[in-house]
C-alpha cells in the first residue's frame, strides 16, 4: 500500500496495519486478548509511540489499542473523514436580537489535529454555526475573528483590542457581545473588560467549553447556545462567564466578570462565582436572575471605554520561607506594582520585610489579597498585619488575586500617582471588592461525611 495510508505509523503499528491491510480512515474490527474493538483507524500522531493504534469507536472517543494485544484485524469500509466545518452565512430572522460574537480562539474554537493530536484554535466564528445550527434560533449572528490562540495566549493587549471593538459594536447598536474565549484565562479577561467596558447598555458573555467540539461529551454547543440568548435576550447588562452550571446538561450559570474563577482542570462545570452568588441561570429559552441588584439592559448606546494597561504589574504568592530576593527580583525588574497573595488573613513572614521596605522607598505599590480566596484580608487583628500596613502594603478587602493583578494594571496604565492608584484600587467598579459575603456564597462540600453524602444522594445525577 501506499505511504499515504499509514500516516504518522511507524515500527510495530506500521508492520502490523500493513500485515492486515488496513488503511488510516479504514473501518476495522479488531480483535485483542481484551475483546474486539471497532471503529475508525486514526491518522497517528508524529510525535508519539510505534505501539498503538488509535481508532475512534462508535462512541465518537479515541482509544489507543496496544499492537502487543492484537491477534487480527480486517478493514470493513474505507471513507476518509473531514474533519473542517465549513464556514456557513448565518440566516437572518425579522424580530430576533442581533449578536456579535467574536472570537478569539480556545476550546470553543477547536478541532483536534491528528498530526500532533493536539487540540488547536481552527474553527472560525463562522463554522461555530457550521456546527450548531441551532443559534440560528436564538439570534441573528454576525461574527468576527479577532485572535486565534489559546487563552494563556491572552494578555493586555488583546484585553484593550477586546474593549475598543466592543465599544465599537455598541455604538452600532448591537443587541448583545459574546466572545469565545479559551476557559484558562477566561476569568483574567472577564475581569479586564469589566473595567475597560463600563456602563454598557447591553450584556457582555465570555464564554468557552472544557472539552472540544469533537468530543461526544463537549459542552461547547450548549455554552455557545446559553451564551447566545444572554447576549440577545437576557436583561443583564453586565460583563459575565457564561458556562455549565452542574456537570450534567440541565443549565448555565451567568457569573459576574468579577468575582469568577476556575476552580477545575477538566469538569464541565469549573467555574464557580466566589463570595457570592451566580448572577443567573440561564438555558437556551430563558435567562433567571438570582440575584436582584445587577445593572439591567438600556435601550441607549452609551459606553465608557478605558484600554488601559500596565504590564509592569505581577502577583507574588507567598511560601514559607520565602526570602526578600523574591521581591526583590521584581524590583530590580522595573515592576510598579505588586499583588501579594497572602495566608490567613493577609500576612507574609519577617525575612520579606526589608524587601517590601525597599519596594515602598523605590515607589512600587504593594497590595494584599488572600490564598483563601474566600474571606476577607483583615490587617488589623495580628501584629504582622498591623506592621505589613506600616511599611505600605494595602489590604484589598475580599478582591480575588487574579482580578486585583489585572485592576492594578488597568489602574496603573492611567496614573503612577500613590494615593491615586490607592483610590482607585479601593473604590469598586462593579463588586469587585463587596461589603459582605452572603450566608450561601461560601459552600464548599466535603464528600465522605454522613450529611454531605446523603445531600450529594439526593442532588446528583
Same mark, same amino acid.
Given at each position: 500500500?501506499?505511504?499515504?495510508?499509514?500516516?504518522?505509523?511507524? =515500527? /510495530?503499528?506500521?508492520?502490523?496495519?500493513?500485515?492486515?491491510?488496513?488503511?488510516?480512515?479504514?473501518?476495522?474490527?479488531?480483535?485483542?486478548?481484551?475483546?474486539?474493538?471497532?471503529?475508525?483507524?486514526?491518522?497517528?500522531? /508524529?510525535?508519539?509511540?510505534?505501539?498503538?493504534?488509535?481508532?475512534?469507536?462508535?462512541?465518537?472517543?479515541?482509544?489507543?489499542?496496544?499492537? @502487543?494485544?492484537?491477534?487480527?484485524?480486517?478493514?470493513?469500509?474505507?471513507?476518509?473523514?473531514?474533519?473542517?466545518?465549513?464556514?456557513?452565512?448565518?440566516?437572518?430572522?425579522?424580530?430576533?436580537?442581533?449578536?456579535?460574537?467574536?472570537?478569539?480562539? =480556545?476550546?470553543?474554537?477547536?478541532?483536534?489535529?491528528?498530526?500532533?493530536?493536539?487540540?488547536?484554535?481552527?474553527?472560525? %466564528?463562522?463554522?461555530?454555526? =457550521?456546527?450548531?445550527? /441551532?443559534?440560528?434560533?436564538?439570534?441573528?449572528? +454576525?461574527?468576527?475573528?479577532?485572535?486565534?490562540?489559546?487563552?494563556?495566549?491572552?494578555? &493586555?493587549?488583546?484585553?484593550?483590542?477586546?474593549?475598543?471593538?466592543?465599544?465599537?459594536?455598541?455604538?452600532?447598536?448591537?443587541?448583545?457581545?459574546?466572545?469565545?474565549?479559551?476557559?484558562?484565562?477566561?476569568?483574567?479577561?472577564?475581569?479586564?473588560?469589566?473595567?475597560?467596558?463600563?456602563?454598557?447598555?447591553?450584556?457582555?458573555?465570555?464564554?468557552? @467549553?472544557?472539552? @472540544?467540539?469533537?468530543?461526544?461529551?463537549?459542552?461547547?454547543?450548549?455554552?455557545?447556545?446559553?451564551?447566545?440568548?444572554?447576549?440577545? +435576550?437576557?436583561?443583564?447588562?453586565?460583563?459575565?462567564?457564561?458556562?455549565?452550571?452542574?456537570?450534567?446538561?440541565?443549565?448555565?450559570?451567568?457569573?459576574?466578570?468579577?468575582?469568577?474563577?476556575?476552580?477545575?482542570?477538566?469538569?464541565?462545570?469549573?467555574?464557580?462565582?466566589?463570595?457570592?452568588?451566580?448572577?443567573?441561570?440561564? +438555558?437556551?429559552? @430563558?435567562?433567571?436572575?438570582?440575584?436582584?441588584?445587577?445593572?439591567?439592559?438600556?435601550?441607549?448606546? +452609551?459606553?465608557?471605554?478605558?484600554?488601559?494597561?500596565?504590564?509592569?504589574?505581577?502577583?507574588?504568592?507567598?511560601?514559607?520561607?520565602?526570602? %526578600?530576593?523574591?521581591?526583590?527580583?521584581?524590583?530590580?525588574?522595573?515592576?510598579?506594582?505588586?499583588?501579594?497573595?497572602?495566608?490567613?488573613?493577609?500576612?507574609?513572614?519577617?525575612?520579606?520585610? &526589608?524587601?517590601?521596605?525597599?519596594?515602598?522607598?523605590?515607589?512600587?505599590?504593594?497590595?494584599?489579597?488572600?490564598?483563601?480566596?474566600?474571606?476577607?484580608?483583615?490587617?488589623?487583628?495580628?501584629?504582622?498585619?498591623?506592621?505589613?500596613?506600616?511599611?505600605?502594603?494595602?489590604?484589598?478587602?475580599?478582591?480575588?488575586?487574579?482580578?486585583?493583578?489585572?485592576?492594578?494594571?488597568?489602574?496603573?496604565?492611567?496614573?503612577?500617582?500613590?494615593?491615586?492608584?490607592?483610590?482607585?484600587?479601593?473604590?469598586?467598579?462593579?463588586?469587585?471588592?463587596?461589603?459582605?459575603? &452572603?450566608?450561601?456564597?461560601?459552600?464548599?462540600?466535603?464528600?465522605?461525611? &454522613? /450529611?454531605?453524602?446523603?445531600?450529594?444522594?439526593?442532588?446528583?445525577?
Amino acid at each position: 500500500m501506499n505511504a499515504d495510508f499509514f500516516q504518522g505509523y511507524k =515500527g /510495530e503499528a506500521l508492520e502490523l496495519l500493513k500485515k492486515y491491510n488496513v488503511r488510516v480512515w479504514g473501518q476495522a474490527e479488531i480483535d485483542t486478548t481484551r475483546g474486539q474493538f471497532k471503529g475508525t483507524v486514526l491518522p497517528r500522531s /508524529e510525535n508519539d509511540d510505534n505501539k498503538h493504534i488509535v481508532v475512534k469507536v462508535i462512541t465518537g472517543y479515541n482509544i489507543g489499542v496496544d499492537v @502487543s494485544t492484537i491477534t487480527k484485524m480486517k478493514e470493513t469500509g474505507y471513507k476518509k473523514a473531514n474533519y473542517a466545518i465549513p464556514e456557513k452565512e448565518f440566516p437572518t430572522t425579522p424580530n430576533l436580537p442581533n449578536v456579535k460574537l467574536f472570537g478569539t480562539g =480556545g476550546t470553543i474554537a477547536s478541532r483536534l489535529d491528528y498530526r500532533t493530536g493536539a487540540v488547536i484554535p481552527a474553527f472560525s %466564528p463562522g463554522e461555530l454555526y =457550521g456546527a450548531v445550527p /441551532e443559534l440560528a434560533d436564538i439570534c441573528n449572528l +454576525n461574527t468576527e475573528k479577532v485572535f486565534a490562540v489559546f487563552s494563556e495566549n491572552m494578555g &493586555p493587549s488583546q484585553y484593550m483590542a477586546l474593549a475598543k471593538a466592543i465599544g465599537k459594536e455598541i455604538e452600532k447598536g448591537i443587541d448583545g457581545i459574546v466572545i469565545g474565549h479559551g476557559t484558562d484565562t477566561l476569568h483574567h479577561t472577564a475581569a479586564a473588560l469589566t473595567f475597560m467596558v463600563q456602563n454598557s447598555p447591553v450584556p457582555i458573555v465570555l464564554v468557552g @467549553s472544557q472539552r @472540544s467540539s469533537d468530543r461526544p461529551s463537549s459542552d461547547a454547543a450548549l455554552n455557545l447556545m446559553h451564551a447566545m440568548n444572554a447576549a440577545g +435576550n437576557g436583561d443583564i447588562a453586565e460583563v459575565m462567564i457564561c458556562m455549565f452550571g452542574p456537570t450534567s446538561d440541565d443549565y448555565g450559570l451567568l457569573h459576574k466578570g468579577t468575582r469568577v474563577r476556575k476552580m477545575h482542570s477538566s469538569y464541565r462545570s469549573t467555574f464557580r462565582t466566589i463570595g457570592d452568588t451566580p448572577l443567573a441561570m440561564v +438555558n437556551r429559552y @430563558s435567562v433567571t436572575p438570582i440575584k436582584k441588584d445587577y445593572k439591567p439592559r438600556r435601550k441607549d448606546k +452609551n459606553v465608557q471605554i478605558l484600554p488601559f494597561f500596565e504590564t509592569k504589574v505581577a502577583m507574588l504568592y507567598y511560601w514559607p520561607g520565602i526570602q %526578600p530576593d523574591a521581591l526583590d527580583s521584581l524590583i530590580d525588574s522595573g515592576y510598579k506594582g505588586i499583588i501579594i497573595i497572602g495566608t490567613g488573613l493577609g500576612h507574609v513572614n519577617k525575612e520579606l520585610y &526589608p524587601a517590601i521596605e525597599r519596594a515602598k522607598e523605590k515607589g512600587v505599590m504593594l497590595f494584599m489579597t488572600l490564598q483563601t480566596l474566600w474571606g476577607y484580608v483583615n490587617m488589623f487583628v495580628y501584629d504582622t498585619g498591623r506592621d505589613l500596613m506600616a511599611k505600605g502594603i494595602i489590604p484589598l478587602g475580599n478582591m480575588l488575586p487574579e482580578v486585583a493583578w489585572v485592576k492594578l494594571g488597568w489602574v496603573m496604565g492611567q496614573t503612577t500617582d500613590p494615593e491615586k492608584v490607592k483610590e482607585m484600587m479601593l473604590t469598586p467598579i462593579n463588586d469587585e471588592i463587596t461589603e459582605r459575603e &452572603p450566608y450561601n456564597g461560601y459552600i464548599v462540600l466535603q464528600g465522605g461525611v &454522613p /450529611e454531605v453524602e446523603e445531600f450529594i444522594k439526593k442532588v446528583r445525577k
